[in-house]
């Protein structure tokens, strides 16, 4: 069974941080996104990274602020929040790719991934 589960939310004051994981299991995934939704609003991509590979992606307001990282060996994937602020209240869902054709410039499109976790809540209060 191809599950992905995140944890790591919770509730946090503006300036701190929180480092949201993403723990797969079932198969092997050729990329993995962080995307968020806060209420009201379209899910957003926020962060993405390839199994193999030194390149990471960043939704430019977040750049400087959030870090993504993998540990393969784990098969789990990393957000780290810093410095965070109330607009960053949402919930935060992982995501992974299971094909293996090259995504491209792609990597921030929700269609590109075809597994989903069940998402973690984050609340920033100012």
Known sequence: QVQLVESGGGLVQAGGS???SCAASGRT???????RQAPGKE?????????????THYADSLKGRFTISRDNAKNT???QMNSLKPED???YYCAARSDFT??????YLPRVYDYWGQGTQVTVSS
């Open 77 to 79: 994937v990393y957000l």
């Open 102 to 107: 090259y995504w491209g410039g792609t990597y």
């Open 18 to 20: 929180l480092r949201l």
């Open 29 to 35: 995934f050729s990329l993995y996104g962080w995307f």
């Open 43 to 55: 899910r957003e991509f926020v962060a993405a990274i390839p199994r193999s590979g030194g390149s």
């Open 89 to 91: 209240t949402a919930v």
